[in-house]
Each structure stands twice: as C-alpha cells, then as structure tokens.
C-alpha cells in the first residue's frame, strides 16, 4: 500500500500540518524539521495526492506548452529548455500541438483550463485575436515565446526578428549580390517570422534597392515552401542569392536548386534562420542566423513561474540576442 501523509508525519515525529507545510514549501518550518521531513518521505516513497493538493491549493504544479508545429525543428528545442526548467521546480508538462489550426489551437487551450493548469507557455504562428480574446477569457497564466504583442500586454521572450533579419540580408548584399530573394511568411500575419519579410525589405530599401515581388516568394516554414518557392521564383527571373525564414525553407531551396542544375553557393547564395543542427550537418551546411531556442523556452518557464508564485519580474519583455553562423551555403 502506498505511504500516506499520516506515514510521512508519524516516521518525521511531526504534525501532518507539518509535512504538509514543507510539501507547501510554507516558510514557517526549521530547517531541521524540513530535513526530518523530506528525510521520511524519501525513506517511505510518499508522493503527494495531486488531485487533493490542488484542490485545496488551487494549484497543480502543471504547465502547458502549446506549439503550432512540433516537426518544425525550431520548436523541440525551446521545448527543452522550457522542460528543463519546469523539472527542477517540480512541474510537471502538458504538450500541445496544434499544427498551425486555429480551432484545433483553441480547444486546446480550453483543455489546458479544464486540466487547471497553473499558467501556459504559448507559441502560435499567428496570434489571432480570437485566442488573444480566449486567453482573457480563460484566464490562464500566459507567457509568449518567440512572439510578442503590440502594447506588451502578455510577458514575452523574443529575438528581434526584424533586425536579424536585416543583418542577415544586408550581409547578403554586402557579398556582392544584387537579385536577392526572399521566401517565408507574408509580413501582415501577427507573429516574429513574419517580421522576416519586413526586415529584408528594409534591407533593401537601405540598400538603394526597390522591392521586386518577382523575388518573393510566400508560403510556410517547411523544405517544400523552399523547393517551390525558388521553381516559381525562377520562371521568370534570375537571382543570386536567397534569404529563407527558416533552415527548412533553406535546404527546399539547395535542394530546387540543384535538380536546375545550379550550385549552392556557386552559382547562388543561400541563408537561412534559427540555426537548427539539420543546419550544421547538410551539404552544403547552412549560414543561418542563430535565435537561442533553448534559452528562450528557459527564460520563458522561469518568468511563468515566477508569475503563477506571484513573484515581481525582473522584465516582462525579454528580447535575446542572435547572431550570424557563417558556414558554407553563402560565398566566403
């Protein structure tokens, strides 16, 4: 038979208003009796009634995470980072992929406030007001991840997109390149990889450039975004580089290029974003701008729960730094 709080106390000499407080983490127990405590309920195997603990707590040490894609690599490694932190202060995860679906992304987040999760993790490629309306209504606990909204209504941890990807095509253009193309996501959907797009067009306008619609391809984050994205490009025009908004897109792009004949970096420059490890082992390996995926899920997991044990934040909005990763898809 499994161990009872009753067990706990009679094997610590304790009250189990006691044991209950160190399982509370109440600070008004001595250290010592903490220790005889957490002494007795290591010995006996205890483990707490989740489902009586929270109801009196109204807590359940629970946290969702919901993510628009998981197959996309940026994803499992803010995951990670987000899971490694919620370990080490005994929270458990409930992952939730809603493959870029905006009713499959709602009903979610009506289950994660039914399972009472203490706050959520949230990354979507697209922050509709219908969830931002949602998540008022609910009222779970949120931090954005990746993204953030105008008027830093929600905390967020974020790169700024738009200036990685300035510098990213910038340093295309200061290879020499003159036709430059872009494939990822159009700028008016309200999230970071958007950003993208609005970034490599102030590249270019700094540059002296005009804007050429004929370089621009848009459609999702995944390789055959970038394989069709440079066979449309390439019909009518020729180019000789290509800023991708994903690693994925970059390596759909080598690959088009390729069966056409045409070599990466040769004959075109190719960058790409996020710096997965895909990125690091393709041939060619990807110049890529690098977004710090594990830290930014770390970062997210400490500011939620800081804010589900209603403790000051030391910044609601955190923007992480990026930098460029020169490999072997860009011309030294």
């Known amino acids: 038979?499994?161990?009872?709080?009753?067990?706990?106390?009679?094997?610590?000499?304790?009250?189990?208003?006691?044991?209950?407080?160190?399982?509370?983490?109440?600070?008004v127990v001595n250290e010592d009796t903490k220790k005889k405590v957490q002494e007795a309920i290591k010995k006996l195997g205890y483990r707490p009634n989740i489902v009586a603990r929270s109801l009196k707590t109204q807590k359940t040490k629970t946290i969702g995470i919901l993510v628009p894609d998981i197959s996309n690599q940026f994803y499992p490694e803010v995951?990670?980072?987000?899971?490694?932190?919620?370990?080490?202060?005994?929270?458990n995860i409930i992952l939730c992929n809603s493959d870029s679906d905006l009713?499959?992304?709602?009903?979610?987040?009506?289950?994660?406030?039914?399972?009472?999760?203490?706050?959520?993790l949230y990354m979507s490629s697209s922050l509709d007001k219908e969830i931002l309306n949602l998540i008022d209504e609910v009222e779970i606990k949120t931090v954005l991840v990746e993204t953030k909204i105008a008027g830093e209504k929600y905390p967020s941890v974020t790169i700024d997109n738009k200036k990685a990807a300035y510098d990213a095509t910038k340093y295309l253009l200061d290879k020499g390149n003159q036709k430059v193309a872009f494939i990822g996501l159009k700028k008016d959907k309200n999230n970071a990889t958007s950003q993208r797009y609005s970034g490599y067009e102030k590249a270019l306008k700094d540059a002296g450039k005009e804007v050429d619609l004929g370089l621009v391809y848009f459609g999702d984050l995944k390789a055959a975004d970038g394989y069709n994205g440079i066979n449309v490009i390439l019909e009518n025009q020729e180019i000789d580089a290509v800023f991708c908004a994903s690693d994925e897109i970059a390596?759909?792009?080598?690959?088009?290029?390729?069966?056409?004949?045409?070599?990466?970096?040769e004959d075109v420059d190719v960058m790409g974003f996020n710096d997965s490890y895909a990125a690091s082992i393709f041939y060619p390996k990807i110049t890529t701008v690098a977004q710090p995926m594990y830290d930014m899920g770390s970062v997210g997991m400490r500011m939620l729960i800081k804010i589900v044990n209603n403790k000051p934040l030391d910044e609601d909005q955190y923007t992480l730094q990026y930098y460029l990763v020169e490999r072997d898809s860009v011309k030294k």
Do not use: F
């Open 79 to 91: 995951v990670r980072g987000a899971e490694d932190v919620a370990n080490i202060y005994d929270y």
């Open 1 to 27: 038979m499994a161990a009872s709080i009753k067990d706990v106390a009679r094997e610590a000499g304790v009250s189990i208003a006691t044991v209950s407080r160190v399982l509370n983490n109440v600070d």
């Open 103 to 120: 009713d499959k992304e709602k009903e979610y987040i009506r289950v994660l406030k039914e399972k009472m999760v203490d706050g959520m």
């Open 251 to 265: 390596m759909g792009a080598i690959n088009a290029l390729r069966d056409k004949g045409l070599s990466c970096p």
